[in-house]
T-cell receptor, first 113, second 115 residues
C-alpha cells in the first residue's frame, strides 16, 4: 500500500544552520508529493509541492526534489531562522478516481537563536 | 478571504454525549476531508467527500459520522464519544478537479477532550 516515512524529530538546529528532513514514500504509479508546515497553534499549510519526477518544489528558501529512482522527497533549507520552528509533514496524494492523501508522522524543528 | 472554518476550536465533553464539529469552506471546493492528529501517528484521514451527498471512509472512520448536504459544509459527528477519540481534529478542502495538483487547505483545528 501507499505510505510515507519521514525522519523522527525533534530536530534542533542553531540559526543559519543547514536543514535536511528526510522523506521517502511507497506508492503505485505517480503520486503528487507535498511538504506541509504547521506552526504552533495553527492548521497545516502548504509549503511546497512537486507533481512529477525530477520536479523541484521551492518556497520561502525551502526546496525538495521529487526523486522517483530513490522514492524520496527530502526537504532542505540552506540557512534556517528561528521563525522556521514548526512541525513539517511530508505527504503524497494519489488521484485515482478518488483523492487519497497519505501523511507522514511529522518532524518537529526547533531553531535556536 | 479564502478559508476553512472549524467550530468549536476547543471542547471538553464526557463519554457518550453526542457532539458535532462543524466545518465550512468559502472556496467552492468539491473535496472536503476530516483528519485526526495524534502524537507519533501524524495525520490520519477519518472521512472524505468528493461532492455533495458523496462521502467515503478514510483510514480511521470507526466512531464517526459525516454528512455533506451542502457544498460548503462538512460536519463531523461523534454519536457516542469515547476517551480514545480525544485528539486534535482538522478539516481540509481542495478543488477536487481532475488534473489539479491537490493542495489541501486546512482549518485551524479543533481540540477535543473526552473524559
Amino acid at each position: 500500500g501507499n505510505s510515507v516515512t519521514q525522519m523522527e524529530g525533534p530536530v534542533t538546529l542553531s540559526e543559519e544552520a543547514f536543514l535536511t528532513i528526510n522523506c521517502t514514500y511507497t506508492a503505485t504509479g505517480y503520486p503528487s508529493l507535498f511538504w506541509y508546515v504547521q506552526y504552533p497553534g495553527e492548521g497545516l499549510q502548504l509549503l511546497l509541492k512537486a507533481t512529477k519526477a525530477d520536479d523541484k518544489g521551492s518556497n520561502k528558501g525551502f526546496e525538495a526534489t521529487y526523486r522517483k529512482e530513490t522514492t524520496s522527497f527530502h526537504l532542505e533549507k540552506g540557512s534556517v531562522q528561528v521563525s522556521d520552528s514548526a512541525v513539517y509533514f511530508c505527504a503524497l496524494m494519489r488521484a485515482t478516481g478518488t483523492y487519497k492523501y497519505i501523511f507522514g508522522t511529522g518532524t518537529r524543528l526547533k531553531v535556536l537563536a | 478571504e479564502a478559508q476553512v472554518t472549524q467550530n468549536p476550536r476547543y471542547l471538553i465533553t464526557v463519554t457518550g454525549k453526542k457532539l458535532t464539529v462543524t466545518c465550512s469552506q468559502n472556496m467552492n471546493h468539491e473535496y472536503m476531508s476530516w483528519y485526526r492528529q495524534d502524537p507519533g501517528l501524524g495525520l490520519r484521514q477519518i472521512y472524505y467527500s468528493m461532492n455533495v451527498e458523496v462521502t467515503d471512509k478514510g483510514d480511521v472512520p470507526e466512531g464517526y459520522k459525516v454528512s455533506r448536504k451542502e457544498k460548503r459544509n462538512f460536519p463531523l459527528i461523534l454519536e457516542s464519544p469515547s476517551p480514545n477519540q480525544t485528539s486534535l481534529y482538522f478539516c481540509a478542502s481542495s478543488t477536487g478537479l481532475a488534473g489539479d495538483t491537490g493542495e489541501l487547505f486546512f482549518g485551524e483545528g479543533s481540540r477535543l477532550t473526552v473524559l
